[in-house]
């Protein structure tokens, strides 16, 4: 098995109390359907800077680690992640072992 880092891009951050509670349900229930799939949950990001000046042009959002056999693999287990559902998007790269 590979690893792979999901990097989350985007996404709208819930407003109220009740849609706070609705995405943490959203998340929990997503990191439960994959199982031991998941290597470390992440985390959100917050303030970025830019070695070499700025602020960071990425637009990464948060990270979580997984492992699948495949790349495509991988991708389809990002293919559930709640970003999706409010506009964002994950990228999936494959870590390689060092």
Do not use: H
């Not at 109390?17 to 998340?27: F, K, L, S, T, V």
């Not at 994959?34 to 960071?56: M, Q, R, Y």
């Not at 056999?69 to 072992?97: F, K, N, R």
């Amino acid at each position: 098995m590979a690893k792979f880092v999901l990097a989350y891009r985007g996404g709208a951050m819930a407003e109220t109390e009740a849609e706070q509670e609705a995405a943490m349900q959203a998340w929990g229930g997503w990191f439960g359907s994959l199982g031991e799939a998941v290597v470390d949950g992440g985390n959100p990001f917050g303030a970025s800077t830019s070695v070499g000046g700025g602020e960071a042009a990425s637009g990464l959002t948060g990270y979580s680690i997984i492992e699948a056999a495949s790349l495509d693999a991988a991708t389809d287990l990002a293919g559930g992640c709640p970003v999706l559902q409010s506009g964002g998007s994950v990228d999936v790269y494959e870590a390689i072992p060092m």
